[in-house]
């Protein structure tokens, strides 16, 4: 059974016939008679976001307590929630929301995945999810602990178990990144360490020093901004593993290399991507978005690669097919919205984000557009949030909401890291015209601003203005310590509600929403075969 069947088969909550094909696979591999990456392939699946298992795992877990499958299942799936919510943007544009989710969702993982590995001889898998989840929280390694091999017990144990692992280096080689805290220096330790240590074949070795490079080459594009280390280092890793080739097509759009050189890249991937089956990453996306019509003779072989990849639910293929058609529309890819619903309805934010710029790009009915907005804004979108809390009478008389929903779209919209919430929501704390109960709903009231209400004001615009935004950062420059104490704060007057809407409607803001697609994702990152 592939992916797709496995997650059916949870989502009915016909759970018999998929615990038995987990379990019989890994005793498969306990014996010695299942590759690892077969045993994990299976099991990567739930590493997904999809809101619609929810009652298959409580089935699962209830039909077949204390058993190894569903808890790595799990495990896998608290991961995808917890990347989901914390987004693909760089950490200081993740929103409050994302954090607290990412932190929440992540405590799940690793105490399901610990739990697990208590239940089976050689927990591989769950020995995976753990180390993918310690990636996501950031590399807390020093050079001196990778130079005297002091690595977490999810790397030490697994590879105890499994001495060959390519699968744990590779997780352990992302963890080491540099723009994780590690460095270069800690990802060649590393790779030296492993092929001293003699215990990877020939093939995995050379992929390992591939994906070294590859990730080098990736620091220096997007964080050193080095271009020509960027493609020296990615011609290397595309020498030694031709699925790094999606890695040299990234560099040489960064470095605005020729049309020839960056065709010529994304042939070697597709080529590479169809063998081994390959999603391809967010930042893959980038590069085709940012192609010209040299890239047309390519475009069937790419949608192709993306409408599998959507289909068998990677929700972020559907959102690069529905910027393709939004961005490019002279190059007449199928339309997204099919595989986009199936993603949104799944609980996939950026899918339901897409699909409401596909409804105003396509002059859909309004009633339909609202529609969408409402139903990204209801997936914890801060700007579609924003957008309801802008046009709020419309989408109430469309959708009997209460008049105090109003305020939960503006909290939302500001929690969800949109910046022009955060300015208005902090300017009516600061003004005493709502304030955030211990149940943490913000209500309107007319008092002076309690002390959580400026705290919480203080702390909205400070991330607005550390992601330039100009009004939080003069309204911070002109406050002064006694404007955030309780005791001696004075009211601020409002002159009007502050709002960015535009007789274009919030299309006029695609350019500058984009502009994240460049950003690495970090779900792609860590999504273990990329």
């Keep these: 059974m592939n992916g797709p069947d496995l997650l059916n088969l949870l989502r009915s909550g016909d759970i018999d016939p998929l615990h038995t094909h987990l379990s019989d696979l890994q005793a498969q591999f306990e014996a010695g008679t299942l590759h690892e990456r077969d045993l994990l392939r299976a099991f990567q699946p739930f590493q997904t976001s999809d809101l619609t298992l929810s009652d298959g795992f409580q089935k699962w877990t209830e039909t077949h307590p204390g058993t190894y499958a569903p808890h790595v299942a799990l495990a896998g799936w608290f991961l995808g929630r917890g990347w989901e919510a914390r987004g693909g943007h760089t950490s200081n544009r993740v929103s409050d929301q994302g954090w607290r989710s990412l932190d929440h969702f992540l405590t799940q993982t690793d105490g399901c995945a610990r739990h697990a590995a208590t239940l089976t001889d050689n927990p591989l898998a769950a020995w995976n999810v753990i180390g993918l989840a310690s990636n996501t929280r950031g590399c807390q390694l020093s050079l001196h602990d990778v130079q005297t091999q002091q690595y977490p017990d999810w790397f030490t144990r697994g590879v105890a178990d499994n001495p060959g692992s390519f699968a744990l280096r590779r997780v352990m080689l992302l963890h080491l990144r540099a723009e994780w805290g590690g460095s270069e220096e800690h990802m060649l330790t590393f790779v030296r360490q492993q092929q001293d240590a003699g215990q990877l074949g020939q093939t995995d070795m050379q992929r390992l020093w591939a994906e070294f490079h590859s990730h080098v080459a990736h620091h220096a594009q997007h964080f050193a901004q080095d271009h020509a280390l960027a493609v020296e280092r990615a011609r290397i890793a595309a020498e030694l593993h031709p699925l790094e080739a999606e890695q040299l097509l990234i560099a040489l759009t960064g470095a605005n290399a020729s049309p020839s050189e960056r065709l010529d890249a994304l042939r070697r991937y597709l080529a590479a991507a169809q063998q081994e089956n390959s999603v391809p990453s967010g930042n893959f996306g980038w590069a085709v978005l940012k192609a010209e019509d040299w890239i047309k003779p390519e475009l069937p072989r790419i949608t192709?690669?993306?409408?599998?990849?959507?289909?068998?639910?990677?929700?972020?293929?559907?959102?690069?097919?529905?910027?393709?058609?939004?961005?490019?529309?002279?190059?007449?890819?199928?339309?997204?919205?099919?595989?986009?619903?199936?993603?949104?309805?799944?609980?996939?934010?950026?899918?339901?984000?897409?699909?409401?710029?596909?409804?105003?790009?396509?002059?859909?009915?309004?009633?339909?557009?609202?529609?969408?907005?409402?139903?990204?804004?209801?997936?914890?979108?801060?700007?579609?949030?924003?957008?309801?809390?802008?046009?709020?009478?419309?989408?109430?008389?469309?959708?009997?909401?209460?008049?105090?929903q109003r305020f939960k779209y503006l909290h939302r919209a500001a929690d969800g890291g949109e910046n022009d919430a955060r300015f208005e929501l902090a300017r009516q704390l600061r003004a005493g015209r709502v304030e955030v109960g211990e149940d943490g709903v913000l209500r309107p009231v007319d008092t002076a601003p309690i002390q959580g209400s400026l705290d919480y004001a203080k702390h909205l615009l400070e991330r607005a203005a550390s992601t330039d935004h100009k009004g939080a950062a003069k309204m911070l420059r002109g406050a002064r310590d006694q404007d955030w104490q309780a005791a001696t704060a004075r009211r601020l007057k409002l002159t009007g509600e502050q709002t960015t809407k535009k007789s274009g409607g919030f299309w006029q803001d695609w350019w500058k929403w984009m502009l994240a697609v460049a950003v690495i994702r970090l779900i792609a990152a860590l999504l273990g075969y990329h």
Excluded: C
């Design 304 to 404: 192709a690669l993306l409408a599998r990849a959507a289909q068998d639910g990677d929700a972020d293929s559907a959102v690069l097919l529905g910027h393709m058609q939004l961005l490019h529309p002279a190059w007449g890819t199928q339309s997204a919205r099919a595989v986009l619903e199936i993603a949104r309805d799944q609980g996939h934010t950026a899918a339901a984000e897409t699909l409401a710029y596909l409804s105003e790009h396509t002059s859909a009915p309004v009633e339909q557009r609202r529609e969408d907005i409402l139903k990204a804004a209801d997936l914890f979108s801060g700007e579609m949030s924003w957008h309801v809390y802008q046009q709020f009478p419309d989408f109430q008389r469309q959708f009997n909401l209460e008049p105090r």
